[in-house]
Nanobody, 127 residues
Framework: QVQLVESGGGSVQAGGSLRLSCSVS????????MGWLRQAPGKEREGVAG???????RYADSVKGRFTISKDNAQNTLYLQMNSLKPEDTAMYYC?????????????????????WGQGTQVTVSS
């Protein structure tokens, strides 16, 4: 059974940093498709960053240059380093994974179909 457990959310002031972690267990698919999504109240879900099946990393334009996705395979953990945070980054952040191949071109689409989801961790950025 695949489990994704996020941690590291919190409240920060604009310009601050947070690092989200996602502990992954039970994921044995060779597709290696994982990433981070976010959703703010009243807004559409947004793909933030991800590792595509070809090993490439993808970022939403809104976070490029500020967020960095990484993973520690030995620790089975996915990370999202978030710097220069802005109030518009406020959202619930979800760690997601897909059991099948995912395209880097599509994986950040708002309705992309991910197989597994974590419970989410809240990020709040105040101005």
């Amino acid at each position: 059974q695949v489990q994704l457990v996020e941690s590291g959310g919190g409240s920060v002031q604009a310009g601050g940093s947070l690092r989200l972690s996602c502990s992954v267990s039970g994921y044995t698919y060779s597709s290696n498709c994982m990433g981070w999504l976010r959703q703010a109240p009243g807004k559409e879900r947004e793909g933030v960053a991800g590792f595509a099946s070809d090993g490439s990393t993808r970022y939403a334009d809104s976070v490029k240059g500020r967020f960095t996705i990484s993973k520690d395979n030995a620790q089975n953990t996915l990370y999202l380093q978030m710097n220069s945070l802005k109030p518009e980054d406020t959202a619930m952040y979800y760690c997601v994974a897909k059991s099948t191949y995912c395209s880097g071109r599509l994986m950040l689409a708002p309705r992309y179909d991910y197989t597994y989801w974590g419970q989410g961790t809240q990020v709040t950025v105040s101005s």
